[in-house]
């Protein structure tokens, strides 16, 4: 699809950069998702010229990310991708609390036929902060928007521009809070201009794949049930079999290392495979992914981290035929 100049599109979902706190040097007693997103816009200058044009915005939820939902989810990805759809719309930016914001984007990665940038802004101070970091990290995002031949699902913060396969929250509380890991950045934005250090990022399958995804997300209101464990020392497999008697459809595990559990999990575990739970193994470990081994009966992560295995393995299961429709 050709596209012109067009005009960029913020949707606000709440988050810390639209909180407030009683005191200006309060930067975690704050309650998240308290300012419109359109007052958001108002509190920053020159952001309709980094829009290159026409700057909206619309609010979608006012939440802080940890109450994150699948309503919510159905609702952004479906609004995005109408946005998408559109030759007017240059770019979408979505503002999002930190907490989840990697799962967010690896939703909207795994459904959209993103030709043009969706950008996650956020903050690590709220808008009442003395010097807040949302201001900044929202006009970073919008410049992206705005950047000829951008494209694909992508996270800005503290002037860093990440993809949606690799970006993660690694910090509680510090500015810089967010990482790609090993596979590094995106690339950068300095000083109003991105300077790239990679490609953009590749979708996520064919149109026709994306598109059959984002219609199941549509037409389900209840979504399958896939619950995350960790592997530790002591574990056992009891938490799995109550899982399994209490109707989950999927567990994801947070291995040890190279996807090992301990024994007593690992036999829960293939019970519950043979059961019919599906079953993905990830790894507790910030860097690297699961290596499989031979003889390896339960499937692997493709290197996701368990949040975005667990994402992914969703939407695997709302396609099937006793989930869709």
């Known amino acids: 699809m050709q596209v012109g100049t067009g005009k960029i599109v913020v949707l606000g979902t709440g988050g810390t950069i639209a909180g407030t706190a ?46 994150m939902d699948f309503a919510v989810w159905r609702q952004l990805g ?81 002037g860093t521009i990440h993809g949606a396969r690799h970006v993660q929250k690694v910090h509680p509380y510090q500015l810089d809070a967010f990482s790609s890991g090993e596979a590094g950045p995106v690339g950068w934005v300095e000083e109003g201009a991105v300077r790239l ?11 026709a794949s994306l598109q059959a995804r984002l219609k199941s997300v549509a037409d389900t209101l209840l979504w399958p049930r896939v619950e995350i464990l ?25 291995a040890t290392g190279n996807g090992t559990v301990h024994q007593s999990l690992g036999d829960a ?9 599906d079953v993905r193994i990830s790894t507790r470990c910030h860097k690297g992914q699961v290596l499989p081994k031979p003889g ?9 981290s368990p949040v975005k295995a667990r994402i992914s393995l969703l939407l695997e299961l709302l396609a099937r035929p006793r989930h869709g429709g």
């Open 269 to 277: 575990l293939q019970r519950a495979h043979a059961s019919g739970v």
């Open 22 to 67: 009683a005191e200006a040097g309060d930067n975690i007693g704050y309650k998240a998702g308290q300012v419109g997103i359109s007052e958001l816009l108002d509190a920053i200058p020159g952001l309709a010229q980094a829009a290159g044009g026409r700057i909206e915005a619309e609010q979608i939820a006012q939440i802080d990310s940890k109450d």
């Open 296 to 304: 390896d009966v339960l499937p692997h992560s493709q290197g996701l």
């Open 78 to 158: 479906l609004r995005c991708a109408q946005l998408l759809a559109d030759a007017d719309v240059r770019g979408i930016v979505v503002t999002h609390g930190t907490d989840t914001l990697e799962e967010t984007a690896w939703f909207l990665h795994s459904v959209l036929s993103a030709d043009r940038p969706v950008v996650l802004a956020s903050a690590m101070r709220p808008a009442s902060a003395m010097s807040p970091d949302g201001p900044q990290n929202l006009l970073d995002a919008v410049t992206v928007a705005a950047t000829a031949g951008a494209r694909g699902v992508l996270a800005v913060a503290a």
């Open 197 to 207: 250090t990679s490609g953009w990022p590749e979708p996520l399958g064919s149109p």
């Open 230 to 254: 960790m592997n530790h020392a002591g574990a056992d497999g009891r938490i799995v079999d109550l899982l399994v008697r209490d109707g989950a459809d999927g567990i994801v595990v947070a």
